[in-house]
């Protein structure tokens, strides 16, 4: 008795689909058996077929090859990538009160100074999405590090507003491409080690946002904003300098038709990690148009389409503004000075800026140290309760965090507040990151996420005008913006119809367990569902 198992596409019988385990009698061996020649591309009749020739496919790879060496070092480079992307969002809140003194801007002024760059990325995240998904998500990755480099080191030296204005909405295109760093990643992992490893690139995230306090306390005093915008460019030159070891996507390659590249691949990983390859043939799923929108809102994904925009816009919104609110909370000292300046009416020069002190930076840095704590919260608890009640609860604590901010508290449990809001806040930005790449199918995966940067970068947009320009007249408004906001993504990740805990990467919209409805057909049918996914 032998027991195998199938994988890939085989056809199966009605007993198969009980179980993926089957046992064959063998019986005497034959030796007068006739040979049968098939002409090419000819399918083996089912009673001629071995059980031991199996085909296999890229998930199916993925899967035997494990996670090992190959994979830390794609880890490691994928958070160079993270790391300068949060560099460059992080110093938006320390250049902006620089610039707002040095050349005597207005606060509207100040505000798209910061809005340019998500302008940029806004406008460019579709755009990097399509390109990842028709020609490969390297080809877009490299572009879009290699433009973000160019003109970061370029807009450092900017002589006038206007000319910062355009470098830094041009550097705000190129960082929209970035995520798709993301997307790659994601395709190399095996489906046990893929939330965690996305969840612990997070890490460079929060690691990025630090130096770039650390680097603009020792640069900021003695050499001034445009080294730091130089200096805080040196990790996407890393990347840019090491990014010709990546390969293409395997997955990628399959959906184009390239298996021999995309079989390459796979056995360049095997070698590295030390593994065996899967034995059989490499097969692809059926193959579809790659990177079209309408793909987004065909029946199975409209709604979790929908739904995510909504998450990532209020991720990004609420980010962001945290971000921006802590700097002008801690210049003003605590929420009841803001409050109570309001109230005391007196001529005042529009222009009037104070310069962020030692002790604001010292702050900056205690609650950009809270992402570490939200990475380890979000990584212990998404796979226990689920990548939707992850992001409902971390948008959830940030609601409750901000409606607290309305009592009169002094500038230590201020401080406590920013820190505990910001950890969940981003907690929620990395439960999205590890969602929606595993929602989507391989042939939109980029587009997908591209479109849901997209609609983040629309909120960060956004959100300048609430954090610097509606706190001047209501503190407790622009509280309740951000709060109300959070609760309603709260909701809307509760109503997501997937979740994707525990399932593999979709090759293919058309596989079963990628439509979102196949849970009550199946049942209505009589036939056991897929557990490769689990429908709620």
């Not at 965690?196 to 690691?207: H, M, Y």
């Not at 971390?394 to 009592?407: H, I, N, P, Y």
Request: hydrophobic share 45%; proline share 4%; charged share 15%.
């Amino acid at each position: 008795v032998v027991k195998f198992r199938r994988t890939g596409e085989s056809a199966r019988s009605e007993e198969d689909n009980i179980s993926g385990e089957h046992e064959i009698q063998i019986g005497p061996v034959h030796t007068d058996l006739e040979a049968v020649e098939l002409e090419d591309g000819t399918t083996v009749p089912k009673e001629f077929a071995n059980p031991t020739d199996d085909t296999f496919m890229v998930e199916d790879a993925v899967e035997a090859i494990g996670f090992g060496k190959f994979q830390w070092k794609l880890s490691i480079l994928t958070g160079l990538a993270w790391m300068a992307d949060a560099m460059e969002m992080m110093i938006l809140s320390i250049l902006a009160p620089q610039l707002h003194c040095e050349w005597r801007l207005p606060s509207w002024q100040v505000a798209l100074l910061t809005s340019v760059v998500f302008i940029g990325m806004m406008s460019s995240s579709s755009l990097w999405g399509n390109l990842s998904d028709q020609y490969g998500r390297k080809m877009g990755l490299k572009i879009s590090v290699f433009w973000t480099l160019y003109y970061g080191i370029l807009s450092a030296f900017a002589p006038v507003y206007s000319w910062i204005i355009v470098l830094r909405g041009l550097v705000g295109f190129g960082i929209g491409g970035v995520p798709q760093s993301v997307t790659l990643y994601a395709e190399f992992l095996p489906m046990k080690a893929r939330a965690k490893c996305i969840l612990l690139i997070e890490i460079f995230w929060a690691v990025g946002t630090v130096f770039e306090v650390l680097l603009a306390i020792f640069v900021m005093p003695t050499l001034g904003w445009r080294w730091l915008l130089i200096l805080s460019a040196m990790p996407l030159m890393l990347f840019a300098i090491l990014c010709f070891w990546l390969p293409e996507s395997a997955r990628y390659d399959v959906l184009s038709g390239n298996q021999e590249k995309a079989l390459a691949t796979l056995k360049r990983i095997a070698t590295e990690n030390g593994a065996p390859m899967p034995l059989g043939k490499l097969i692809l799923s059926r193959q579809e148009d790659r990177g079209k929108i309408r793909d987004l809102f065909s029946p199975q994904f409209r709604c979790t389409t929908l739904l995510l925009w909504f998450i990532w816009f209020s991720n990004a919104f609420s980010y962001y503004g945290l971000v921006l609110l802590t700097t002008e909370l801690f210049q003003a000292g605590d929420v009841c000075s803001i409050s109570s300046r309001r109230k005391v009416v007196k001529p005042k020069c529009s222009l009037s800026c104070e310069y962020l002190t030692v002790e604001d930076y010292t702050d900056l840095l205690w609650t950009t140290l809270s992402e570490f704590p939200g990475v380890l919260v979000t990584l212990w608890i998404i796979d226990r309760l689920g990548r939707k009640k992850t992001m409902a609860i971390c948008f959830f604590v940030f609601s409750l965090c901000a409606l607290l901010l309305f009592l009169c508290v002094g500038r230590n449990v201020l401080t406590v507040l920013l820190f505990i809001a910001r950890a969940f806040i981003s907690g929620g930005f990395q439960a999205a990151y590890v969602y929606t790449p595993e929602v989507y199918p391989t042939a939109t995966r980029a587009l997908g996420l591209g479109t849901c940067s997209g609609m983040a970068r629309v909120g960060a947009l956004v959100t300048p005008f609430i954090a610097q320009v509606m706190l001047e007249s209501s503190i407790y408004l622009t509280v309740l913006v951000y709060s109300g906001c959070c609760l309603l993504a709260a909701v809307a990740s509760c109503f997501l119809p997937i979740e994707t805990k525990g399932r593999g990467l979709q090759e293919s919209s058309h596989r079963e367990w990628g439509q979102e409805m196949v849970g009550r057909g199946a049942q209505n049918s009589g036939v056991t569902p897929s557990n490769s996914g689990s429908q709620e």
